[in-house]
């Protein structure tokens, strides 16, 4: 991946356009702000308190497209009026290797976006970029995992075309209680 990757999902009659691209240090008061929903926190594995994390968060996801093996994206959504786009949430690629069956997708909504159908409009072109772009090297599914009492998620998961699969035991601490398993295959 020499070129930063950029993904666009157009308008609807009923929601903005949404950009999707490489989280940048310019993210990093916007992604503290949003982190503070408890509702947010109840459900991503790493909290983001105060500006160092958020730097130090943000670099992770810079080193993991400089690895090659995850790919992290800031969901951007125009704002009428204004030149700037407001973080409504981050989708995820993750566990990529050349050969390798299956990669993960993850994913969180900011909480004044939540309801508008960002997650699942950021994960179907996630989706599709990863399947366009790792077919190749061997990718034929990808795996969505959410805690068994996440139905928001569920809803996400299901409206993604991501079938259910399996329970998964529960695996503390990142895992505290049994998940759910999704998978979508590069056939759907």
């Known amino acids: 991946m020499s070129a930063p990757v950029v993904l666009q999902v157009a308008a609807s009659p009923v929601s ?80 990529v290797t ?15 976006a939540r309801g508008r159908g960002v997650a699942s409009r950021a994960l ?12 190749a090297d061997g990718l034929e599914r990808l795996e969505l995992l959410h805690q068994v009492d996440n139905l928001a998620s569920c809803r996400v998961a299901q409206k993604s075309r991501y079938d259910f699969d399996t329970i998964l035991p529960a695996a503390p601490p990142s895992f505290p209680r049994d998940g759910h398993l999704h998978i979508r295959r590069t056939s759907t």
């Open 16 to 95: 903005p356009a949404l950009v999707l691209r490489p989280w940048r240090m310019e993210d990093v008061a916007p992604l503290v702000e949003v982190s503070r929903d408890p509702t947010l926190r109840q459900w991503v594995s790493s909290v983001v308190d105060n500006d160092a994390e958020g730097t130090r968060w943000v670099q992770a996801q810079q080193q993991g497209w400089a690895a090659g093996d995850r790919f992290g994206f800031a969901v951007l959504e125009a704002q009428p009026g204004s030149i700037r786009e407001q973080l409504v949430g981050n989708v995820v690629l993750k566990e």
């Open 98 to 112: 050349s050969g390798k069956p299956a990669a993960e997708v993850g994913y969180w909504t900011a909480a004044h």
């Open 124 to 135: 179907e072109a996630l989706t599709s970029w990863a399947f366009d772009t790792f077919e």
